[in-house]
């Protein structure tokens, strides 16, 4: 198709890129040279085109020829453009020499206006500038919201803090050191091994007493009896004239006979009917 018969179709408002505004016709197709809506412009009546595009600080040129229409994955040839200006410009001239005198002047004021916008961008990025944050209105209201009931919620926080420091401005809690945490350990880890040393002292030297058996408790009992056994012979009457004296109690007897040998005493008394006397024999 010819670019005649595609104008043709697409000037009367048939074209999806046209924008129509109150100052004029403009072109919304990122290959448009100039983003004017007419027919030297318009990047799809022209079968040979070219137009320069920015893809992230880089400029490209790009070209369009008749050769490659029927292969639409191949239609653009893009060049890369140096940064440098002049250079740039004789990137231009050296891919653009046989093509139209006007499309060429178009791209060469494509590229000064980039390069100028560039340039702003740039200095704009270096200048610290105050950054506008819009808020919406509804959180705003809800974050008042959140801390009117926060502060419902600490009035009785704040009470007992107030409390809190008038009693340390009088004087209650008496003095207050901020000791560091890991000193204060140590401290106490100190205090504690002086603890644990002085316990195991203690049981190295310490005394025990240790309840006795059973068959020893009735040996010193049956003792007890034969002496009492002993004192209530003809002797009784010759003790009750003395002074009676405070007995020692069994723990002192059991004292002072430990580690003897126990000897058991056995008497037998006989009575003479016609002396009517009492003798009295040890075995």
């Known amino acids: 198709m010819s670019d005649g018969v595609i104008w043709h179709c697409i000037r009367h408002n048939h074209c999806s890129f046209m924008a ?11 290959y448009n040279a100039t983003g004017i809506c007419n027919r030297s412009s318009c990047p799809l009546a022209n079968s040979r085109y070219a137009t320069i595009r920015d893809h992230d600080g880089v400029f490209y040129l790009y070209m369009k020829t008749a050769e490659r229409a029927h292969l639409p994955n191949k239609l653009w040839e893009r060049v890369k453009l ?21 499309l060429v002047h178009k791209i060469k004021q494509r590229l000064t206006k ?26 705003t209201q809800r974050d008042l919201r959140r801390l009117e009931k926060a502060e419902k919620a600490a009035q009785l926080e704040k009470n007992i803090e107030s409390e809190l420091k ?4 009088k004087g209650v ?56 056994g002993l004192r209530g012979t003809d002797e009784d009457d010759h003790l009750d004239s003395q002074v009676p004296k405070k007995p020692k109690g069994l723990g002192s007897y059991f004292k002072q006979n430990a580690g003897k040998r126990s000897r058991k005493v056995m008497t037998e008394v006989e009575q003479d009917e016609e002396t009517n006397t009492r003798q009295r024999t040890r075995m």
Not at 20 to 30: D, E, L
Request: hydrophobic share 35%; with cysteine.
């Open 173 to 228: 809690y008496g003095d207050i050191y901020n000791v560091p945490f890991k000193e204060f350990d140590e401290v106490l880890d100190m205090e504690r091994d002086e603890v644990v040393l002085e316990e195991e002292d203690e049981k190295e030297g310490a005394v025990e007493y240790v309840e006795g058996d059973d068959m020893e408790e009735m040996d010193h009992m049956d003792d007890m009896e034969d002496f009492e």
């Open 166 to 169: 008038e009693r340390l401005k």
């Open 114 to 139: 980039m390069t100028q916008y560039r340039i702003r961008m740039r200095k704009l990025q270096l200048k610290v500038r105050e950054k506008v944050m819009t808020m919406p209105r509804k959180q």
């Open 20 to 30: 129509k505004i109150t100052t004029g016709i403009f072109c919304r197709n990122p």
């Open 82 to 102: 140096p940064r440098n200006y002049e250079k740039a410009m004789d990137v231009i001239n050296k891919h653009l020499e046989f093509w139209p005198k006007l």
